[in-house]
């Protein structure tokens, strides 16, 4: 968009923006570094649509990501200078008079961060802050997604798996490098020995369980699942302001 598109939504009532909270970091070796911010791209488009009076603000890129890093290409910056970048993006926000900004972590690594950061804003700006950042309902969302679209395959943690790969193949098939496939670690996953001796120390290619289980279809029924919880809290939240 241009300024003046964004002065005039706002001249017509647009009062809510969705800012999601990305990353660049290994996604196994068939999906792109940009994996978590091209599904915050997506999500946010999509909830700003779905809502009918939002906004959707460009996705926040890199994230918190250090327990990637032994894979190159990763960017990562430490939680307090996410969370300061969060802070600027809704001090802008609420300048311009969005009266409820909205932040949907894509990455793992980012929900600790937005939900710590999100009371602290609010109390500083007249706009209402929403943090949709509970990652067990986020892991949840993905499970169902795949799980209604018929691929019985639940993962306690997720990366780069069938369920990402998924919602890849529902943004753009020619994202997933289809010949460079390989399955992941199985089985029970220490989140705490994740972050502390990162993904390497668990999983060689950087991917977690089978993403040759993923199809476009299970990507769009996952996308649109979490569109609809998502916005649905999100007109909740307003209402009770």
């Not at 790969?165 to 399955?183: C, M, P």
Request: glycine share 10%.
């Amino acid at each position: 968009m241009a300024w003046p598109e964004v002065e005039s939504a706002l001249q017509n009532g647009t009062r809510t923006v969705i800012v999601a909270v990305g990353a660049i970091e290994q996604h196994g070796p068939h999906l792109p570094l940009n994996m978590d911010t091209l599904d915050g791209d997506e999500l946010s488009r999509r909830m700003a649509a779905e809502l009918g009076d939002a906004l959707a603000a460009p996705t926040i890129r890199p994230g918190c990501s250090g327990h990637h890093m032994e894979f190159p290409g990763t960017i990562t910056v430490p939680p307090e200078t996410l969370m300061d970048v969060i802070r600027s993006y809704c001090r802008s926000l609420d300048e311009h008079g969005f009266e409820h900004i909205v932040l949907v972590p894509t990455h793992g690594g980012n929900f600790g961060p937005v939900r710590t950061v999100a009371p602290d804003i609010a109390r500083k700006l007249d706009a209402t802050v929403i943090s949709l950042a509970d990652l067990d309902e986020h892991m949840q969302l993905l499970n169902e997604g795949l799980s209604e679209a018929g691929i019985e395959y639940d993962q306690d943690v997720i990366h780069a798996g069938a369920a990402e790969t998924a919602i890849v193949l529902a943004i753009g098939d020619g994202l997933v490098r289809t010949d460079q496939i390989e399955s992941g670690l199985e089985g029970d996953i220490s989140p705490a020995r994740l972050l502390s001796d990162g993904f390497k120390s668990i999983t060689e290619n950087g991917v977690l369980g089978d993403p040759a289980k993923a199809t476009a279809e299970a990507g769009e029924v996952i996308i649109q699942n979490v569109v609809e919880t998502y916005v649905e809290q999100v007109k909740h939240e307003r209402d009770a302001v």
